[in-house]
């Protein structure tokens, strides 16, 4: 049997378990090492842990807008991608023979409907997303979760929280929890400790035939919030950029710019880590780092002044965009053509080519 809602394989009573670096426990360093395979289902097994989940997969057409709980209209929503997901996540759960006790779920209709489709019920706690009385990117945000994370759980269950990935973030640090992932928590009383990452993907890892093909390169440039870049020296050189916390993306340990044919790597270091170019915006304009972003990705926030450019005599390194083929024998001549006209139909101002 294969679930693909948490990349969990199971053949004759055995487990793979996609387990990403745990994350750095709060307030507290961890006093167990990381569970993972066959540790980490007997102890969930065993239950008195918290499983906070990210909801499943949503449509980022759709914003929160004048948010009213009781009408979902006013919210970004679960995908059917994200429904079959949650659906899939709860019968993986199920057939692992994970005891469930306690489901509590952010009251926004996406946290609730993936709680329900997965375990049957849920429980609307606002404490799952509320901030607290301090401003946005403040220590000490998140009182009410930090709390909820904190709670014993009786051993014969595990407590389910299904919530979002930006207050979670507030409190843990590490890379932001992408939809449908979950982090296993052992909650101390006092404060928590964070065990293991359940990492989420759709179906089998990609064919190592495959080949990319660099179709175009998009501009980026290096941002940040002027409430960020009040608390450091000013950013004169790419050097000057490894004193400031970054945003950036997963595989990401060294920035590069070039300048006069000269050539400047910089190590970052990454306060946050995501896989979403959205999610990694919005926590630049935050205030929480610096963050290389496409330029049309954010032209709106830099003429409102809500980000500042850095370093524009440098040029950053672009983003380049691949098409994933199954090989060069395999590819239909429309699909090359297709390539070809997406290639030359991008608009040049927002383009370095390869």
Same mark, same amino acid.
């Given at each position: 049997?294969?679930?693909?809602?948490?990349?969990?394989? $199971? !053949?004759?009573?055995?487990? !793979?378990?996609?387990?990403?670096?745990? &994350?750095?426990?709060?307030?507290?360093?961890?006093?167990?090492?990381?569970? *993972?395979?066959?540790?980490?289902?007997?102890?969930? /097994?065993?239950?008195?842990?918290?499983?906070? %989940?990210?909801?499943? @997969?949503?449509?980022? #057409? +759709?914003?929160?807008?004048?948010?009213?709980?009781?009408?979902?209209?006013? +919210?970004?929503?679960?995908? @059917?991608?994200?429904?079959?997901?949650?659906?899939? $996540?709860?019968?993986?759960?199920? #057939?692992?023979?994970?005891?469930?006790?306690?489901?509590?779920?952010?009251?926004?209709? =996406?946290?609730?409907?993936?709680?329900?489709?997965?375990?049957?019920?849920?429980?609307?706690?606002?404490?799952?997303?509320?901030?607290?009385?301090?401003?946005?990117?403040?220590?000490? /945000?998140?009182?009410?979760?930090?709390?909820?994370?904190? &709670?014993?759980?009786?051993?014969?269950?595990?407590?389910?929280?299904?919530?979002?990935?930006?207050?979670?973030?507030?409190?843990?640090?590490?890379?932001?929890?992408?939809?449908?992932?979950?982090?296993?928590?052992?909650? /101390?009383?006092?404060?928590?400790?964070? $065990?293991?990452?359940?990492? *989420? %993907?759709?179906? @089998?890892?990609?064919?190592?035939?495959?080949?990319?093909?660099?179709?175009?390169?998009?501009?980026?440039?290096?941002?940040?919030?002027? *409430?960020?870049?009040?608390?450091?020296?000013?950013?004169?050189?790419?050097?000057?950029?490894?004193?400031?916390?970054?945003?950036?993306?997963?595989?990401?340990?060294?920035?590069? %710019?070039?300048?006069?044919?000269?050539?400047?790597?910089?190590?970052?270091?990454?306060?946050?880590?995501?896989?979403?170019?959205?999610?990694?915006?919005?926590?630049?304009?935050?205030? $929480?780092?610096?963050?290389?972003?496409?330029?049309? %990705?954010?032209?709106?926030?830099? =003429?409102?002044?809500?980000?500042?450019?850095?370093?524009?005599?440098?040029?950053?390194?672009?983003?380049?965009?691949?098409?994933?083929?199954?090989?060069?024998?395999?590819?239909?001549?429309?699909?090359?053509?297709?390539?070809?006209?997406? #290639?030359?139909? &991008?608009?040049?101002?927002?383009?370095?080519?390869?």
């Amino acid at each position: 049997m294969r679930s693909r809602a948490l990349g969990i394989v $199971l !053949s004759a009573g055995a487990l !793979s378990i996609g387990l990403l670096a745990p &994350t750095v426990a709060v307030a507290q360093p961890a006093t167990a090492p990381p569970l *993972a395979g066959a540790d980490l289902l007997a102890a969930l /097994r065993a239950g008195g842990h918290i499983i906070y %989940f990210r909801h499943a @997969d949503t449509d980022h #057409s +759709q914003v929160d807008r004048g948010v009213r709980l009781e009408d979902c209209t006013t +919210q970004r929503n679960l995908t @059917d991608r994200g429904r079959d997901h949650s659906r899939a $996540l709860g019968e993986a759960i199920r #057939s692992l023979g994970i005891p469930i006790g306690a489901v509590l779920a952010s009251p926004l209709c =996406r946290t609730m409907e993936t709680a329900t489709l997965a375990f049957g019920t849920a429980l609307g706690s606002p404490a799952v997303r509320e901030g607290g009385p301090l401003a946005p990117g403040s220590p000490g /945000r998140f009182p009410a979760l930090r709390e909820l994370l904190s &709670t014993n759980v009786t051993p014969g269950a595990n407590t389910v929280i299904v919530g979002h990935a930006y207050p979670y973030f507030t409190l843990v640090g590490g890379q932001y929890l992408n939809e449908g992932e979950a982090d296993v928590v052992h909650p /101390r009383g006092t404060d928590f400790e964070v $065990l293991a990452r359940l990492g *989420a %993907f759709d179906g @089998d890892q990609p064919d190592s035939g495959r080949i990319a093909r660099n179709v175009f390169s998009l501009a980026r440039g290096v941002f940040a919030a002027p *409430a960020l870049l009040e608390k450091y020296p000013k950013v004169k050189a790419p050097q000057d950029l490894a004193e400031l916390p970054a945003i950036a993306s997963p595989a990401d340990a060294e920035w590069t %710019f070039t300048q006069d044919k000269n050539i400047y790597s910089v190590p970052i270091r990454a306060r946050m880590r995501s896989p979403n170019a959205d999610v990694r915006r919005r926590a630049t304009l935050e205030g $929480l780092g610096v963050s290389r972003i496409v330029l049309t %990705f954010c032209e709106e926030q830099v =003429r409102r002044k809500r980000l500042q450019p850095l370093l524009a005599d440098y040029a950053c390194a672009p983003l380049r965009i691949h098409a994933l083929l199954p090989g060069r024998r395999l590819v239909p001549a429309k699909v090359r053509i297709f390539l070809d006209l997406l #290639s030359a139909g &991008t608009p040049p101002e927002n383009v370095v080519r390869p």
